[in-house]
């Protein structure tokens, strides 16, 4: 479904942040990208949907090589990307539903966007999502009045309402404390497996990752170190992805967590 081919990217600097990365995604999996910072995740989900322009290499989604597209294909093959930010990218002043129904910019036009004139479905729909994440009783609330937590819930349900084929999460849970950080992985992973999507999710917490994708992929300066299941990640691949570090530790947790897992927990997410 995404196929990433020698795709390399080096700053004006001469810092190349990504070198030939090869990577494929099939239709419905999610994918977590871990690394230490300057590693590359961020730059690598940007340059699939082009925020940042690859320096070389291809990208295709579902056969069309994006690297390739003009302004006006670019705008087009974006409606199939949903991006979740790690701040969030909600315009504070305007309310729950309306940033929600932004995710559908790409397809209403200026002028019906500008006068808030978005069709009947669309407004059902992001009453379904708003239901769906828990947030249908803050739909007329402004978001610069929401927690973390409920914010990057808005941003899920902006992201989703673009009925996309792959979500692009950068960070999802850096700002947020743990409890809610696992609710919102539980939340995201739970959704894609709904709605058949795949997913690339940039995350710094090992542990988060273990536990809640089907593929970890693991980068180094630019480079994939490691591309494989959760289970594989042992101490001796998580040295060689982020240097030497008491990784036993960090494993141990995961276990324990998982055995902490309780089904009104997953209530509680929502």
């Known amino acids: 479904m995404l196929s990433i ?12 942040a990504l070198k030939a990365v090869d990577l494929e995604v099939p239709a419905g999996q999610v994918l977590a990208l871990i690394g230490p910072s300057g590693a590359g995740k961020s730059t690598l989900i940007r340059c ?11 990208v295709w989604l579902d056969g069309s090589e ?7 294909g670019l705008r087009r093959a974006r409606r199939e990307m949903g991006m979740i930010f790690q701040e969030y990218a909600l315009v504070e002043r305007l309310t729950v539903m309306e940033n929600v129904l932004s995710g559908r910019l790409g397809y209403v036009g200026f002028w ?18 708003l239901d769906r994440v828990g947030l249908l009783h803050m739909a007329d609330k402004r978001a610069d009045e929401l927690s ?4 990057q819930r808005v941003g899920i349900c902006r992201a989703l309402i673009q009925n996309p084929k792959l979500l692009l999460v950068d960070e999802p849970t850096a ?8 609710q919102i992985m539980r939340l995201i992973t739970e959704l894609c497996r709904e709605r058949g999507l795949a997913a690339i999710i940039n995350i710094h917490d090992v542990a988060l990752a ?5 593929r970890v992929v693991g980068l180094r300066l630019g480079s994939i170190e490691f591309d494989g299941p959760p289970d594989r990640l042992t101490p001796d691949v998580l040295t060689t992805i982020y240097g030497k570090e008491d990784w036993e530790a960090t494993i141990q947790k995961v276990n324990e967590q998982e055995s902490e897992e309780e089904p009104e927990q997953i209530e509680g997410a929502l």
């Open 5 to 16: 081919r020698k795709l390399t990217k080096t700053y004006k600097t001469g810092d190349q």
């Open 48 to 58: 699939i949907n082009r925020l940042v322009e690859p320096s070389s290499g291809e």
């Open 66 to 72: 994006l690297t390739r597209l003009g302004a006006g």
């Open 112 to 129: 019906r966007s500008f006068f808030r004139k978005y069709p009947q479905s669309d407004i059902d729909e992001a009453f379904r999502l």
């Open 148 to 151: 973390g937590g409920q914010r």
């Open 175 to 182: 700002s947020l404390d743990p409890k809610t950080s696992r």
């Open 210 to 214: 273990q536990m809640f994708v089907q």
